[in-house]
């Protein structure tokens, strides 16, 4: 029989295998969890201060450049996709 690849020592655990300790992963997981509630306050703060910035902004008067002139509906083709009229045969 081949030897068991379990190193088995005296009082070390149950039944005298070693066991691997997770503190490493709880610490992770505990570092990840600070990281992501200060990048949330850091959030929490941007958002505060761009709602104090919209209430305290004077309100925008006259005509929007980007569609000033546009009439609602269709609109006219520009000139160079004008398309001469075609011939009709009798």
Known sequence: MPPDPVTRVEGA???????????????QKRAK????????KEKDVRRAEARDRKVGAAPRE??????A???PG??????????????QEP
């Open 13 to 27: 655990g149950f039944g005298g295998t070693l066991m691997a300790k997770n503190s490493r992963p709880s610490f």
């Open 33 to 40: 969890e600070k990281a992501r509630q200060e990048r949330r």
């Open 62 to 67: 006259g005509e929007d450049p980007d569609i």
């Open 69 to 71: 002139g546009i009439v």
């Open 74 to 87: 269709p609109q006219p083709l520009p000139p160079e996709f004008d398309v001469p009229p075609t011939r």
